[in-house]
């Protein structure tokens, strides 16, 4: 399936059923002129239906996930990106687990590109970013201020981005609770992601309201909002974001969805359905669950 075919469920195509031609052969005038009007309060309520249904907003745009991409599928600008020799090893050493050509083939990641990275920590998802859009793109890597507990994080970013081939990024440090917090100008940005952080802005106590409303801002029309997570269980909604950081998929959709943005599509590629979504990812011998979501600002 091809979500970004699919007519979206909001879509009065989905809801209703095609409707016969209800206008019978009549034999006199007043059985026309009747049935004249029962066509006009039909055609009156459908189109109250219409919108009705057009200004409903289900949690969950999208009713499959895509598997895995095929490799032809992955194209060889990305897979060089990942292969690069100067990519550090340490960073090597995590692909196993995050897979970061499938991901960045999934958001769509092109040269050329104005993409943001929100909540960079170290600088994995940078440095694949800034590979990715090469020299005539731009990546704005973004932290809030490091607590003196992550100092060694940020020390590992400011190294990062001080190495050859990472001359097309810039470093934004600047705090959730500012509207700029991405440092762009409105409507500049082709993609933006946040991988494997969004909880924790909940833990943090950020006002998620107003983070997602600034990328919004600061995505062009048709631009990219990416998010991968750490899975909680159905229904939990925040309850487990500080303590297992993890959280539940529905609440991210629809915190994102408030602020405009329309999920067109969701990926299967992190799942694991072994996981009880009962421990921090760090406590296991597995894999977390996790979930792939692609949003679009609307045209
Ligand atoms: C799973 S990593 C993802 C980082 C990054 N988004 C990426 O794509 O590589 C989560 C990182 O967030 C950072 N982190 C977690 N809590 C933080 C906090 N309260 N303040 C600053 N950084 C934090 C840690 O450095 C941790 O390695």
């Known amino acids: 399936m091809n979500p970004d075919r699919t007519p979206h469920p909001s879509d009065p195509r989905r809801r209703l059923k095609p409707v016969s031609n209800p206008v019978k052969p009549v034999s006199n005038l007043a059985t ?3 049935s004249s009007i029962r066509v006009r309060a039909a055609v009156a309520t459908a189109l109250v239906a219409v919108l009705i249904l057009a200004t409903q907003r289900p949690a969950a745009a999208v009713e499959q996930e895509l598997g895995p991409l095929p ?11 990942v292969n690069s020799p100067d990519r550090p090893a340490a ?9 970061p050509a499938q991901m960045m083939a999934f958001f769509g990641i092109k040269p050329g590109m104005k993409v943001a990275d929100i909540w960079a920590a170290g600088g994995y998802t940078t440095e694949l970013l800034a590979r990715i859009v090469g020299p005539t793109g731009t990546v704005y890597s973004q932290n809030a201020p490091f607590p003196a507990k992550f100092k060694d994080a940020e020390t590992a970013w400011h ?57 919004f801002r600061a995505l062009k029309p048709g631009g990219i909002f990416g998010t991968v997570d750490n899975s909680a269980q159905p229904g939990s909604g925040a309850r487990d974001a500080a303590t297992l950081h993890r959280i539940d998929e529905q609440l991210e959709i629809a915190q994102i969805e408030k602020a405009g943005f329309r999920l067109v599509a969701a990926s299967s590629l992190y799942r694991n359905p072994h996981d009880p979504r009962t421990q921090p990812f760090w406590k296991l011998d597995h894999h977390q669950d996790r979930f792939m979501l692609k949003f679009v600002k609307p045209r």
């Not at 490799?71 to 990106?81: D, E, F, K, Q, V």
């Not at 960073?91 to 897979?99: E, G, I, L, V």
């Open 32 to 34: 026309a002129r009747r």
């Open 71 to 81: 490799a032809s599928a992955i194209p060889g600008y990305i897979t060089a990106a």
């Open 91 to 99: 960073d090597k050493d995590k692909d196993a687990s995050r897979d």
């Open 159 to 215: 190294d990062r981005l001080k190495e050859p081939g990472l001359g097309n990024v810039v470093e934004v440090t600047k705090g959730f609770d500012q509207p700029d917090f991405l440092g762009v100008p409105p409507a500049t940005l082709d993609a933006a992601l946040i991988n494997l952080n969004y909880h924790d802005l909940i833990a943090r106590g950020f006002d998620t309201a107003r983070f997602n409303q600034a990328v």
